[in-house]
């Protein structure tokens, strides 16, 4: 067959791609059940994987440099490639993201209490997030355009929680002296997620165009937090 | 076609004047069939060519992309058996009508071929021969002067511009190569069609045609045929894909810039060649 070698290696940067996405997806779902959970264990073995996957993002990235030196990729090859270093560079800030979670996670540490809504609504961000991410791997695995652009719809419902939880935050931090620190905290791990949830749509923009050769830009951008009663807010 | 042969006015200085193109096309071929003999070639080709624009026509062996190219200057017409049908229209000319003349045909259409052909000859002499044998009535100064706007022009001035009157086989190929170019430029052509202008070249002598044809597009239109899909890919603005069909005639599969055909060709076909999985 012509270009197996080349293929054979083009297969490998997608493996390689697969990889990062599905360990991800996992660390997503644990990073939020560690903090809900008070879980330092896999808060600490989380911030390790973050290096793992930083070497994973390089190594993607430099053997898709050496195809493009080596094999001249043109066409649906070239665009496969571009989307491969753009999509590996998403994942790898996803996981930043994780990474943050985990830190504020072991800050917040073993102590007190979390607010309820947090500790229902937060895995559950996670767990829509996961799951775009598990979708837009699928679509990038089968070079499915269509699936790509379904997904970013799902946005909403985490931007949707993302809105609930920083009003029950800021209320929180309200409703006591001395709770400023700790809803900081809460407020950072909701915008991490929120976050990662958006780069999954960055990663469905590069799908689309790997299938068809244009990008089009969803709608992700970062959701301003609604805007605050302040007369509810307690002194 | 003779309302647009009537087109064509011929001065007494020899040169052909026309109106100047509004569509910004320098050739435009429609319903071009090249045979040899009872074998056609190639097939129904419809290809405009934009002025001050290079185009590269890419293709497995037996496209017809070469045929092609010669029938844009009625260069298969030294071929006996050759014939074209169709039309080639130079500014709206047909260049096949009835009472057009191929050498002027020619002139104004030069042609740079895959392997450097320099004359047995000086330097000096390969770039004057082709104005002289245009009738080219200027002074010696005139002519020195024409010789080297050409040889600058091909970007090999600095280089042979010391010894003139050494012969053009002193030179590299690559040399030889630009030698040729200033040869086809001296004769102050519109189009300079090019047949695999590299194929013979080594790499830095590759890169430095294809500097030069990026140049010489400011004051020409180019048409290069070449196996090199890098080549065309780097050094051409539109690109047009020729595939052999089933009877074995060359047919134009895709025409489009060339950052499209390379990066979302429309045709799967064109897609496989150039993507190296074709066949």
């Not at chain 1, 559950?124 to 089968?142: Q, T, W």
């Not at chain 1, 419902?157 to 935050?169: A, G, K, S, T």
């Not at chain 2, 319903?31 to 001050?52: Q, S």
């Not at chain 2, 890098?230 to 020729?242: E, G, I, K, L």
């Amino acid at each position: 067959m012509a270009r197996e070698y080349f293929d054979n290696e083009l297969d490998k940067l997608k493996s390689a791609v697969l990889v990062m996405g599905s360990e991800i997806e996992e660390n997503l779902v644990l990073v939020a059940g560690a903090l809900i959970a008070r879980n330092t264990a896999v808060a600490e073995r989380l911030i390790a994987a973050d290096l793992v996957i930083n070497k994973q993002r390089i190594d993607v990235v430099m053997n898709s440099l050496t195809l493009i030196a080596t094999q001249q990729p043109m066409a649906k090859d070239m665009r496969f490639i571009a989307a491969v270093i753009e999509i590996a560079g998403e994942l790898e800030r996803m996981h930043d993201y994780v990474k943050g979670i985990a830190k504020t996670s072991l800050e917040i540490g073993q102590a007190g209490t979390l607010l309820p809504s947090f500790a229902e609504d937060f895995p559950r961000m996670a767990a829509f997030a996961s799951d775009m991410l598990s979708r837009s791997m699928v679509a990038f695995s089968e070079n499915n355009a269509a699936l790509a652009r379904s997904i970013p719809k799902w946005d909403d419902h985490v931007d949707y929680l993302f809105n609930r939880l920083y009003v029950d935050i800021v209320e929180y931090a309200g409703s006591a002296p001395g709770l400023i620190a700790h809803a900081n905290q809460l407020e950072w791990t909701i915008h991490n997620m929120e976050r990662a949830a958006d780069r999954v749509i960055n990663v469905c923009e590069w799908v689309v165009y790997m299938a068809t050769g244009e990008y089009q830009e969803f709608d992700s951008e970062y959701e301003a937090p609604p805007a605050i009663d302040r007369s509810n807010v307690g002194e | 076609m003779a309302s647009t042969v009537n087109t064509v006015t011929r001065s007494n200085d020899g040169s052909v004047s026309l109106a100047q193109p509004a569509n910004g096309l320098a050739l435009e071929a429609s319903g071009l069939n090249c045979y040899y003999g009872d074998f056609r070639a190639v097939k129904e080709v419809d290809l405009e060519i934009k002025k001050h624009a290079i185009t590269a026509l890419i293709g497995p062996s037996g496209c017809g992309k070469s045929t092609v190219l010669r029938a844009f200057n009625r260069m298969n017409d030294l071929i006996p058996v050759a014939r074209a049908e169709g039309e080639v229209l130079l500014h709206g000319a047909n260049i096949y009508a009835p009472g057009v003349d191929p050498v002027e045909v020619r002139r104004r259409i030069g042609m740079v071929f895959q392997r450097p052909n320099p004359f047995p000859k000086s330097i000096y002499e390969n770039v004057a021969w082709g104005a002289k044998i245009n009738g080219f009535k200027g002074s010696k100064e005139d002519m020195d002067q024409l010789v080297e706007s050409s040889l600058r022009s091909a970007a090999i001035w600095d280089e042979v511009k010391d010894k003139l009157d050494e012969s053009g086989y002193s030179l590299s190929g690559g040399q030889q190569q630009r030698l040729c170019i200033a040869r086809t430029i001296a004769v102050r052509p519109e189009i300079i069609l090019m047949d695999e202008p590299a194929s013979a070249l080594d790499p830095i002598s590759t890169l430095r045609i294809e500097e030069l044809i990026q140049d010489l597009k400011k004051n020409y239109t180019i048409v290069i045929v070449t196996h090199n899909m890098q080549q065309a890919a780097r050094a051409s603005d539109f690109t047009a894909f020729f595939n052999m069909d089933s009877d074995r005639a060359g047919y134009l599969v895709e025409y489009d810039d060339t950052q499209t055909i390379f990066t979302s060709p429309a045709n799967e076909l064109t897609e496989q060649y150039i993507t190296g999985r074709f066949g």
